[in-house]
């Protein structure tokens, strides 16, 4: 069974910056797209930014250039770097991955796409 472990979450200053973490396990991670969504409790999972099997990458407006998507394969994980941070950023944090092969260069924006969720990680900024 796929796994994903977030880690790295916490409480930041507005303007500071964190670095998320996503471990996997239970199959070849560099076949399978991976991505991370935010929610905050009443509102829709949202999308955050995705990272595919060719390392292409897709943004949301809400955060394309304050966050950056990477992966390390042969440590099966996959980062978030948060810069810039935003009180509205504050969320519960997600990776997740699609339990099918999409294209190298194909980049799945909708939680529907994906089958695989993390337990969530805890991003607080302050004023």
């Known amino acids: 069974q796929v796994q994903l472990v977030e880690s790295g979450g916490g409480l930041v200053q507005a303007g500071g910056s964190l670095r998320l973490s996503c471990a996997a396990s239970?199959?070849?991670?560099?076949?399978?797209?991976m991505g991370w969504f935010r929610q905050t409790p009443g509102k829709e999972r949202e999308f955050v930014a995705v990272?595919?099997?060719?390392?292409?990458?897709y943004y949301a407006d809400s955060v394309k250039g304050r966050f950056t998507i990477s992966r390390a394969n042969a440590k099966n994980t996959v980062y978030l770097q948060m810069n810039s941070l935003k009180p509205e950023d504050t969320a519960v944090y997600y990776c997740a991955t699609p339990d099918k092969y999409y294209s190298g260069d194909y980049l799945p924006s909708g939680p529907y796409e994906y089958d695989y969720w993390g337990q969530g990680t805890q991003v607080t900024v302050s004023s």
């Open positions: 990272i595919s099997r060719s390392s292409n990458t």
């Open positions: 239970g199959r070849t991670f560099s076949r399978y797209a």
